[in-house]
């Protein structure tokens, strides 16, 4: 697996995943709306922790400098 994040990109990823997943667990957010915020949240801090993303890579895309 090749990292295709740059280092800001992991970290908006990270910090956005944090976010999203209180939003869903926390109780802000209700119903089907704190579901996909707490998957999308799991997403983001997963790719964001690996430095791949899979649609990047889909699309032949990277924010990383070579």
């Known amino acids: 697996m090749k990292l295709n994040e740059s ?3 992991r970290m908006v990823r990270v ?3 944090i976010a999203l997943i209180f ?3 926390g ?3 209700s119903g089907t709306t704190a579901i ?5 949240g799991v997403i983001l801090l997963l790719t964001g ?5 899979p649609l990047y890579a889909l699309f032949k895309l990277s924010t990383l400098k070579k």
């Open 23 to 25: 939003l869903g667990v």
């Open 7 to 9: 280092n800001i990109d």
């Open 27 to 29: 109780g802000t957010l």
């Open 15 to 17: 910090v956005a995943g």
């Open 36 to 40: 996909v915020a707490g998957v999308l």
């Open 49 to 53: 922790a690996a430095g791949f993303c």
